[in-house]
T-cell receptor, first 112, second 112 residues
Framework: GQQVMQIPQYQHVQEGEDFTTYCNSS?????IQWYKQRPGGHPVFLIQ?????EVKKQKRLTFQFGEAKKNSSLHITATQTTDVGTYFC????????????FGSGTRLSIRP | EAQVTQNPRYLITVTGKKLTVTCSQN?????MSWYRQDPGLGLRQIYY???????DKGDVPEGYKVSRKEKRNFPLILESPSPNQTSLYFC???????????FGSGTRLTVV
């Protein structure tokens, strides 16, 4: 069945270093969403990408949607302690656009 | 304030004792969904609803029921809870796959 994988599973960085998480789907996605979940919290919607090759920025965060619409990435420049959390990508299932499948997530921890 | 409200936040129950987790949203969203989050398994969709009286199974519906009698409410019902349903549950809502999900704060359920 359709799978959405994220790598790496964990990333531990020094504050100020950059961070990237990659999301790969086994099938083409009509759109992809990114969420952040702080420790002990709930997922919070960050952004949605729809177009092939789309790039969007939110301050230090840069989101990309691959040309084939099967992969995506989230890059954080100069991490801060407030960036700690787990980052998830999510997209509609190929079989049913109403079913949203989440990636396995990348947990980011930061050394101050 | 726009929000999704889940109750209770924490619940410990015994095997076989029926329970309901409530979910209410004040954003007039058509689309609502329930997810469970387990370590190493990420967020898995249990049920979703595209509008009043329209519900469908997600990826892990066994042992759960839902209803959508009103637009704002989407309760999750466990008729006969079992220990393998111990998990963190999230309710979420959105406009029809346009703006991403708004998640509730979560319900941590323990079945003993």
């Amino acid at each position: 069945g359709q799978q959405v994988m994220q790598i790496p599973q964990y990333q531990h960085v020094q504050e100020g270093e950059d961070f990237t998480t990659y999301c790969n789907s086994s099938t083409t996605l009509s759109n992809i969403q990114w969420y952040k979940q702080r420790p002990g919290g709930h997922p919070v919607f960050l952004i949605q990408l729809v177009k092939s090759g789309e790039v969007k920025k939110q301050k230090r965060l840069t989101f990309q949607f691959g040309e084939a619409k099967k992969n995506s990435s989230l890059h954080i420049t100069a991490t801060q302690t407030t960036d700690v959390g787990t980052y998830f990508c999510a997209g509609p299932r190929y079989s049913s656009a109403s079913k949203i499948i989440f990636g396995s997530g990348t947990r980011l921890s930061i050394r101050p | 304030e726009a929000q999704v409200t889940q109750n209770p936040r924490y619940l410990i129950t015994v095997t076989g004792k029926k329970l309901t987790v409530t979910c209410s949203q004040n954003m007039n969203h058509e689309y609502m969904s329930w997810y469970r989050q387990d370590p190493g398994l990420g967020l898995r969709q249990i049920y979703y609803s595209m509008n009043v009286e329209v519900t469908d199974k997600g990826d892990v519906p066994e042992g759960y029921k839902v209803s959508r009698k009103e637009k704002r409410n989407f309760p999750l019902i466990l008729e006969s809870p079992s220990p393998n349903q111990t998990s963190l549950y999230f309710c979420a809502s959105s406009t029809r796959q346009v703006d991403g999900y708004t998640f509730g704060s979560g319900t941590r359920l323990t079945v003993v």
